[in-house]
């Protein structure tokens, strides 16, 4: 079987290897779609801080059973699924208390072990959800990014009949909108520099569109939400300038939620946030339910997907998807290897 493994910065090999024989209590699975997400072309830049070379990427999959271990109940031949790619101790503390998403030693599949870059690949059945057989192999690659999206509505708690801003119109803060408006929001709005991105969030039904390059976050919360301003605001980008304007825009009792990976210190404004009694929490990754939850919005149609992908690559291609992605950053949103034809 084809396997593609990653050397080193931009050093993929393409390797003729054996299918991984399963355990008792595995399945095989035939992986049919992966999806390239920021961490996978941090790693393939070489830039990635935790960790090392060389490992089979890809975390975000979709597949196809194709042999249930003897221990294995639930699943049969043919199920089309997803998998988890979480990795825990189950011993410390967080573990202890259901917090398995933040485990002291946790490891992402694909990341810091082997992931699902294979036509086969063999996994824990514990890991592995069902989809509905309906769903696409497009969509079900979807899964794990809307997966981080259903966990950060988690954090952010009760939508409720309240407005929500979400920073960054990316996949992943696309998604985030989405599951707000999934989630009882009363309006939502997203922000980007990318017109193109904004686009995008409009034709998946976003209520508001804002182009930061035409003003401040805060004249574009005022004009949207009144006087009220936002109940939370989810920074799905990240950078400085995104985590000041929403200190700056946040009201009294506003809720930020950090959803994405910053990469540098950044200096907070704590009398901000203390005076004004604002909550700033962080979310890492999702928990099983977090999961499950996207796995219904998938199957259910609810999630847009279709502005999502804006193209297939074969898995022998991965050198050409990343080219690819370095050179549309401002058109790309999620990027599929086709591992196995249906």
């Not at 259901?98 to 514990?126: I, P, R, T, W």
């Not at 409009?202 to 009220?228: K, S, W």
């Not at 200190?247 to 540098?264: H, L, P, Q």
């Amino acid at each position: 079987m084809l396997e593609a493994v990653t050397k080193g910065a931009a050093d993929i090999e393409y390797r003729d290897v054996q299918k991984p024989e399963i355990a008792d209590n595995e399945l095989l699975l035939e992986v049919m779609r992966i999806g390239i997400c920021g961490s996978d072309i941090t790693i393939l830049h070489g830039q990635h801080k935790y960790m090392t070379f060389p490992v089979v990427q890809g975390h975000e999959a979709s597949a196809r059973v194709a042999q249930v271990g003897k221990n294995v109940q639930g699943f049969a031949v043919g199920d089309r699924v997803t998998v988890e790619p979480l990795v825990f101790c189950g011993k410390c503390r967080p573990c202890r208390d259901g917090n398995y998403n933040v485990c002291e030693s946790l490891k992402v599949l694909g990341v810091h072990q082997d992931g699902m870059g294979a036509q086969f690949f063999a996994v824990e059945a514990a890991k592995v959800l069902k989809l509905a057989p309906e769903t696409s192999y497009d969509r079900g690659a979807l899964v794990e990014p809307t997966a981080v999206a259903t966990a950060s509505i988690r954090r952010a708690g009760d939508l409720n009949g309240k407005n929500v801003v979400v920073l960054g119109a990316g996949p992943i803060g696309n998604l985030v909108a989405q599951v707000a408006r999934h989630s009882g929001a009363a309006s939502v709005m997203i922000t980007d520099i990318q017109e193109s991105r904004l686009k995008r969030a409009r034709e998946c039904g976003i209520d508001h569109t804002v182009n930061m390059r035409d003003g401040t976050l805060l004249d574009a919360v005022l004009e949207t939400f009144g006087p009220d301003k936002a109940d939370v605001i989810l920074d799905c980008a990240g950078v400085k300038s995104t985590i000041e304007q929403a200190i700056e825009a946040a009201r009294a009792g506003t809720r930020i939620v950090m959803v994405a990976n910053v990469k540098d210190p950044i200096t907070l404004m704590i009398p901000a946030l203390q005076r004004r009694e604002i909550d700033f929490i962080g979310v890492f990754v999702y928990r099983r339910e977090d999961f499950q939850r996207a796995v219904d919005l998938i199957d259910s149609g609810k999630i847009t997907s279709e502005q999502l992908i804006t193209n297939h690559f074969a898995l022998d291609r991965f050198h050409d998807a990343l080219e690819y992605i370095d050179n549309n950053q401002s058109e790309v949103m999620k990027v599929l290897l086709d591992v196995n034809e249906e």
